[in-house]
């Protein structure tokens, strides 16, 4: 009974991985792209680590230009049709963040659009 | 050893003091202006006060360019309700016994010693090196604790979802903001945005700079001129002083 009950979880365990491998890897918008400020392996799991720290020596102590900056993730990386990282499945932030399942916050306040034509549109 | 260190200071000195003036196109005006941005990867310094002198004589009632060049550089809509954002409000005094009139433009004062940093529960309300109050919209949690303690009333909730950012001015539903003295722009060593617009308007009405720096204009000017700060008795020192109240 026990080795039926492993057998059939096991099956299971095998029916997930097989979904799991299903689901495409996204297919990014990458914008200009280009060199970015770190290796972009790197970026994929760390890019939040290096906002978090930048945001608030900017905020709190006023310490601007530096390497990473979110305004300069926008920049490179919003879509050349619409410079928006956000909008649909293809966009760059959104889509990665869809695959990952994770909520973006940031854009709730900061603009999602190239710095450039956001001004320019107004 | 010590006499070729004062010697070469020497040289050093009258070799940039006729650099000075070979720029100087006439006594007391350079070719270019001395206050630059701060360089990268600094921080905002507590040498550094920054203030403003608002001269309220030569304030229009009717002109609004302040406000407006604010919203339009923060990204906050014209206020039509009691609850709307207001980083900036023109307010209108009548003196009862003589009629005197007088307008001027009300925000956050920035204070030295600022009630709304004093009462913030996160830390989110804190005062810069260089004496700008600002808000921490990453920490704040809207409890509106510094908008109950500020004397001016310069703080506003933000009730809506905000669709249109200006890249420059992060700003989010749930959180308290005011006049950040446009911080992105002094911090590139430029005016506020509405020092800016109300010299374009002709008026001159506000003079920005920095209170320490005994060579600017606002220094000088604060110096000859009576001006005084609002609610001076509150001992909360603010960084905007006001002219002809």
Known sequence: ?122 | MSDKVNLNRRQFLGKASAAIAGIAIAPGMLLFDFAHARPAGEAASSAVRWGMLIDTTQCDSGCNECVSACGKENGWPEAKSPTDVQWIRKVELKQVSTGRQTSLPMMCQHCAEPPCVDVCPTNASFKRADGIVLVDKHRCIGCRYCMMACPYKARSFVHEPVLDHNSDMPRGKGTVESCTLCVHRVDRGEQPACVEACAKAGHRAILFGDLNDPHSEIYLRIRSVASAQLRADLGLNPGISFVGL
Do not use: W
Not at chain 1, 22 to 30: G, R, S
Not at chain 1, 39 to 51: A, E
């Open chain 1, 1 to 122: 009974m026990n080795l039926l009950r492993a057998a059939v979880l096991l099956a299971l365990l095998c029916m997930v991985n097989l979904t799991v491998a299903a689901v495409p890897m996204p297919k990014l918008d990458i914008g200009k792209g280009g060199q970015c400020v770190e290796d972009p392996k790197f970026m994929r799991k760390n890019h939040m680590k290096l906002i978090v720290h930048q945001r608030d020596e900017t905020m709190r102590q006023g310490i601007r230009g530096g390497k990473y900056s979110l305004a300069e993730c926008v920049n490179c990386h919003s879509s050349k049709v619409d410079n928006s990282v956000l909008g649909s499945s293809e966009h760059f932030c959104q889509e990665c963040h869809e695959y990952a399942a994770v909520k973006i916050d940031c854009f709730e306040c900061h603009s999602s659009k190239r710095k450039v034509i956001a001004e320019a549109s107004k």
